[in-house]
């Protein structure tokens, strides 16, 4: 079964970075997409940032110009850069893999990692 994991989240000051990474512990073939969402307590999950096989890129108002979205084709592992973070990032953020143009209900989610950020 494959397995979709996300990893670098942690605790930061504002103003500063963390990368994340999310990647597949199997094959999934043919992917369209790869996606980061985010859900702070009491809000709707939101897309943070998508990247499509094509490379074409799409960000949120609120995290462009800080957040960069990435691939390594080679590992099959999507990245989100992010940098000068504000307490207002601070959520749980999620990896979705996708294999179509829009959501679906066989999209592969990463279970989350935290972002705190906070002086």
């Known amino acids: 079964q494959v397995h979709v994991v996300e990893s670098g989240g942690g605790l930061v000051q504002p103003g500063g970075s963390l990368r994340l990474s999310c990647a597949p512990s199997?094959?999934?073939?043919?992917?369209?997409?790869m996606d980061w969402y985010r859900q702070a307590p009491g809000k709707q999950r939101e897309l943070v940032a998508a990247l499509t096989s094509g490379g074409s890129t799409n960000y949120a108002d609120s995290v462009k110009g800080r957040f960069t979205i990435s691939r390594d084709n080679a590992k099959n592992t999507v990245y989100l850069q992010m940098n000068s973070l504000k307490p207002e990032d601070t959520a749980v953020y999620y990896c979705?893999?996708?294999?179509?143009?829009?959501?679906?209900?066989?999209?592969?989610w990463g279970q989350g990692t935290q972002v705190t950020v906070s002086s």
């Open positions: 979705n893999i996708r294999t179509h143009y829009g959501p679906a209900l066989d999209d592969y």
């Open positions: 199997g094959s999934i073939f043919n992917i369209y997409a």
